[in-house]
C-alpha cells in the first residue's frame, strides 16, 4: 500500500481549462517531487521541494505552477495546457534527500488528457 | 546530459528467468535504483546499489558494475504478476533521479 496519494486519478481538460493535481504523502518525509512520464518515454523531473522549498525547476513552461504549503501536500497547477503535455503525472517523496540510501516513494500518478 | 539504456521489451515463460541490462553514462554516480511499475500504478522500489556487486534479495537481484557503467536487474522464478515494467535509475546527485525509459515484461504460461 502507497504511502503517496494522488488525486484525481484521471483528469480530461481542454487547453483553456485550469485544474489542479494534488499529492498527499503520509510518510513523513521532507521532499517532495513532480514526474511526467510519456508513453514509452523516461521519467521526466519537473519539480523538487525540499522542507518546503523548491529547489528545482527542471526547464518547466509556466503554464504548470507547483505549489508546496507544507512537507505533507504537494499541488500542480495547470493552465492553458497543450495536448503534447497529456501524459501520466507521478508525485514521489523521499525522506532524505542526500542520504547515503535515500529513497523516493511514488504515488499512483493522475493520467491527463488535454483536448 | 544523462544517457541511460535499457531494453524496450522482453518475454519470457513463467518459472523461468530474465535479465534486464541498464547501462549508464550520467555526469556524477550517487546510487543506482530499480523499480517495478504495474500498467496504471505507482513504481514501486525494488532495489538499490552503489558498491559493485549482486544485491539479493528473494526472487529478485541486482547487479552493479561503475567501472563499466552497467547494472542488471534479474528476476528468477518468474511467475504471471512479475509482467510489468522495469525501471532503471541512476542518482548523480544528492537526490536527483534520471530514468530509463523502461523494460516492458511479460511473461507467458
Known amino acids: 500500500e502507497t504511502g503517496v496519494t494522488q488525486t484525481p486519478r484521471h483528469l480530461v481538460m481542454g487547453m483553456t481549462n485550469k485544474k489542479s493535481l494534488k499529492c498527499e504523502q503520509h510518510?513523513?518525509?521532507?521532499?517532495m517531487y513532480w514526474y511526467k512520464q510519456s508513453a514509452k518515454k523516461p521519467l521526466e523531473l519537473m519539480f523538487v521541494?525540499?522542507?518546503?522549498?523548491?529547489?528545482e525547476n527542471n526547464s518547466v513552461p509556466s503554464r504548470f505552477s507547483p505549489e508546496c504549503p507544507n512537507s505533507s501536500h504537494l499541488f500542480l497547477h495547470l493552465h492553458t495546457l497543450q495536448p503534447e503535455d497529456s501524459a501520466l503525472y507521478l508525485c514521489?517523496?523521499?525522506?532524505?534527500?542526500?542520504?547515503?540510501?535515500?529513497?523516493?516513494?511514488f504515488g499512483p500518478g493522475t493520467r491527463l488528457l488535454v483536448l | 546530459g544523462q544517457n541511460i539504456d535499457q531494453p524496450t521489451e522482453m518475454t519470457a515463460t513463467e518459472g523461468a528467468i530474465v535479465q534486464i541490462n541498464c547501462t549508464y553514462q550520467?555526469?556524477?554516480?550517487?546510487?543506482l535504483f530499480w523499480y517495478q511499475q504495474h500498467a496504471g500504478e505507482a513504481p514501486t522500489f525494488l532495489s538499490y546499489?552503489?558498491?559493485?556487486g549482486l544485491e539479493e534479495k528473494g526472487r529478485f537481484s541486482s547487479f552493479l558494475s561503475r567501472s563499466k557503467g552497467y547494472s542488471y536487474l534479474l528476476l528468477k522464478e518468474l511467475q504471471m504478476k512479475d509482467s510489468a515494467s522495469y525501471l532503471c535509475?541512476?542518482?548523480?546527485?544528492?537526490?536527483?533521479?534520471?530514468f530509463g525509459a523502461g523494460t516492458t515484461v511479460t511473461v507467458r504460461a
Open positions: 514521489a517523496s523521499s525522506q532524505d534527500p542526500g542520504g547515503s540510501q535515500e529513497t523516493q516513494y
Open positions: 510518510l513523513g518525509h521532507n521532499a
Open positions: 521541494y525540499n522542507f518546503k522549498e523548491q529547489t
Open positions: 550520467t555526469s556524477g554516480f550517487n546510487g
Open positions: 546499489n552503489v558498491l559493485d
Open positions: 535509475a541512476v542518482r548523480d546527485g544528492d537526490y536527483k533521479l534520471s
